[in-house]
């Protein structure tokens, strides 16, 4: 009696020729997170980068505050991060000072907090978790600034 292998359906064949291959599906969870990612996006927005911060005179140490600063479009947001109880507090200054009605959002990638800029330019957000933020600076009458995306560790 001859045996004949098992016939095989479209979708065992097609997992098996991945195997074969060295490449498996990207799970579901993955491709949410890129979905979500790819949503935070503001394609009419200019990009503020990181510009290098001197230490400030008479600091010793750079582990209680951080200061950060991103500039574009003629338009510079300076953050200070600092870490209580294992979240993180930001404050920061619009510079120069904005004209009224202007916010900002600071992002995560799961939450968004909204501040209406002081007439000094100043805002604060408290309370955020560690991880991946941005910052967006929205002006009325001008495209949006948005920071590039920097990590905060506790």
């Not at 997992?15 to 996006?41: C, I, S, Y």
């Not at 909204?114 to 955020?128: D, H, I, M, N, P």
């Amino acid at each position: 009696m001859t045996r004949r292998p098992a016939a095989l359906d479209d979708e065992s064949l097609i997992a098996a020729l991945r195997l074969a291959a060295g490449r498996d599906p990207v799970p579901v969870h993955v491709q949410g997170a890129a979905r979500a990612a790819f949503g935070l996006r503001l394609p009419d927005a200019a990009t503020a980068l990181p510009v290098a911060t001197p230490v400030p005179l008479g600091v010793r140490s750079a582990e209680e505050a951080r200061l950060l600063r991103f500039s574009a479009a003629e338009v510079t947001v300076e953050l200070e991060v600092a870490s209580v109880d294992g979240l993180v507090d930001l404050a920061g200054q619009v510079s120069p000072p904005p004209e009224g009605g202007t916010t900002v959002e600071v992002r995560t990638p799961h939450l968004t907090q909204s501040r209406e800029v002081s007439a000094t330019g100043q805002f604060a957000v408290t309370g955020l978790p560690p991880g991946w933020f941005s910052v967006v600076c929205r002006r009325p009458e001008h495209p949006p600034v948005v920071t590039s995306w920097t990590r905060i560790r506790p």
